[in-house]
């Protein structure tokens, strides 16, 4: 299946084709739920890679904010083919295998 699908979230669609089934574009991988902004931190060779992002906490006991990083292992589509170092966008979709629950849509500059 390497027809072009809308995955009703407006994006950069990757100009690239791919036959990954669970790429959001190509595949048969639908979204919902949480979406996040992040820089990849690491990839592999089997289309999995790490995103980190930052995030404020408050602590009202001392009245003060501390900052606090997530870290979730994602999906990278070849169509998408995301580098280290890259700014990306991720959505939620459906578990894709033990530790993946996210996918990226796009690469932002
Ligand atoms: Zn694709």
Not at 4 to 27: A, F, L, M
Not at 66 to 82: G, T, W
Request: glycine fraction near 4%.
């Amino acid at each position: 299946m390497t027809k072009q699908k809308n995955i009703g979230i407006e994006s950069n669609v990757p100009k690239d084709k791919c036959t990954d089934r669970k790429c959001p574009y190509h595949g048969s991988t639908k979204l919902r739920g949480r979406s996040f902004v992040g820089t990849l931190v690491s990839k592999d060779t089997h289309n999995s890679a790490v995103v980190e992002w930052d995030r404020i906490v408050k602590i009202p006991k001392y009245e003060r904010t501390e900052n606090r990083k997530s870290k979730v292992s994602v999906h990278n589509p070849s169509c998408i083919d995301a580098q280290k170092g890259d700014l990306v966008r991720i959505v939620e979709t459906k578990p894709i295998s033990k530790t993946k629950k996210f996918v990226i849509i796009e690469k932002i500059e």
